[in-house]
């Protein structure tokens, strides 16, 4: 299984970014997928989850602000993330809530004020 995350950067307050989680090894299609996120010094949380049938749901902290998308045929999950705040600074990973694959490459997200 390999779960790869990409897009981070570095933004301002207040600025977007469009993260991707490219995955393998697992039928993508059958599982309900979700990003995490892990500040320094924080436990990993969960922000956003999405079912196969494409029903979302997101942590309080960022309903409003981020949408989580995916795409069956190119096995990947999406997240747009808007009106970033200093707060979203953290390390970004995608994974399956239901199965947990070993963690792949996070994508780092700072947010500057």
């Known amino acids: 299984v390999q779960l790869q995350a990409s897009g981070g950067g570095t933004v301002q307050t207040g600025g977007s970014l469009r993260l991707s989680c490219t995955t393998s090894g697992f039928i993508f299609r059958t599982k309900t997928m979700a990003w995490y996120r892990q500040a320094p010094e924080k436990a990993r949380e969960r922000v956003a989850q999405i079912s196969q049938g494409g029903n979302a749901d997101y942590a309080e902290s960022v309903k409003g602000r981020f949408t989580i998308a995916r795409d069956n045929a190119k096995n990947t999950v999406y997240l747009q993330m808007n009106n970033l705040n200093p707060e979203d600074t953290a390390v970004y990973y995608c994974?399956?809530?239901?199965?947990?694959?070993?963690w792949g490459t996070g994508t780092q997200v700072t947010v500057s004020s």
């Open positions: 994974n399956a809530p239901l199965s947990i694959y070993p």
